[in-house]
């Protein structure tokens, strides 16, 4: 009987363990971002690590730099594969060579969720970004608005094939189209790069010398690039309007300063977010978001709702002279 006994106790025992142990697993995310070398995707991968789950330690992220190549990104998951990593978050550098990656991981019975930039895979569980379209038409519309409805602008794309080029130049085009008297001189890439861009804006300075009018950078840095080249030939980028998109610290100061516009990219609210739709896919529909993002757009319609949403759009936010102060102080802690 008292044989008996003790294996009944054991069991019990056994059975309230299991769902402190359930609760302990500690998840190994991996995060793949398509570079690291700028501003924005420096905030994408810090707001991760300041997630709550990864502070508490319930979950380890591990960040791979797929320096702006679409073959490192997809050994990158090789790698996650091969270490049998729990789920993955993906920025790719490219929207339509980042499907093999996505494939080879969920056959793996890997989870991936896109955040940031987009990916042509019907495989991933969910996507958390920004409307890129809708940003590159904001900042077209600045633009041209300050050049007066006509002139000669140029337009500086960033990697081609990644989805925020795609979308950001739809965006850019179909508000150029609205207006007869706006003519696009040149539209070439320069990867998202602050170098790569001043020295495409130097060139163009000499070849339209005297015939541009406006510029629209498809991010911040190479929006800066351009203005760091009109400075150089002694021109003044008040004269002549320049638009990016990101809300990098530069250009929140450069907002300020009068020699740029732009429109806040939230990387905290796409990678928190994202890291809360991972989760929620992974441990089930007891879980409870913890990122702040759901509420801070709550108002302008970003709803959690059970968390199996396959699309989440983070909102834009303009840069202005009464908000730039604030944004940067939230940076600085």
């Known amino acids: 009987m008292r044989f008996l006994k003790l294996i009944a106790v054991s069991a019990a025992v056994l059975a309230l363990a299991a769902p402190a142990a359930a609760q302990q697993k500690v998840y190994r995310i991996g995060a793949a971002v398509y570079g690291l070398k700028g501003e924005f995707m420096q905030l994408w991968a810090n707001a991760l690590k ?16 797929g320096k702006y190549d679409a073959q490192t990104q997809n050994n990158q998951f090789d790698t996650m594969i091969t270490q049998k990593f729990d789920g993955i978050l993906f920025v790719p550098i490219d929207s339509q060579a980042g499907a093999q990656a996505v494939d080879k991981a969920v056959a793996a019975k890997i989870p ?48 081609i094939g990644q989805s925020a080029q795609i979308e950001r130049r739809k965006g850019n085009q179909t508000v150029v189209a ?34 541009i009018h406006g510029i629209i950078g498809q991010n911040d840095e190479m929006a800066l690039g351009a203005i760091d080249a ?47 739709v991972l989760l929620r896919h992974l441990v089930g529909p007891g879980y409870k978001p913890r990122a702040s993002v759901w509420e801070d ?20 936010t303009r840069i202005t002279l009464q908000n730039a102060d604030a944004l940067l102080v939230k940076r600085s802690k």
């Open 112 to 159: 991936v969720v896109g955040s940031n930039a987009r990916v042509n895979s019907e495989k991933l569980v969910s996507y958390v970004g920004s409307d890129d379209t809708v940003a590159g038409a904001l900042e077209a519309e600045t633009v041209i608005k300050a050049m007066g409805g006509k002139g000669n602008v140029l337009i500086i794309e960033g990697p």
């Open 50 to 65: 300041e997630h709550p789950a990864v502070k508490d330690g319930s979950v380890k992220i591990t960040v791979f730099d």
């Open 178 to 211: 609205r207006y007869r008297d706006v003519n696009v001189l040149e539209m070439k890439t320069a990867n998202w790069s602050r170098a790569e861009a001043l020295a495409l804006m130097e060139n163009w300075l000499t070849v339209h010398a005297g015939k």
């Open 230 to 276: 009109l400075k150089a030939r002694g021109l003044s980028p008040k004269s002549i309007p320049v638009a990016g998109i990101d809300g990098i610290s530069d250009a929140i100061k450069a907002v300020k300063e009068g020699t740029m516009v732009s429109i806040l990219q939230d990387a905290q609210g796409q990678a928190q977010g994202g890291l809360d």
């Open 297 to 316: 757009y709550a108002r302008e319609g970003l709803h959690w709702g059970d968390g199996t949403a396959r699309q989440y759009n983070v909102p834009w």
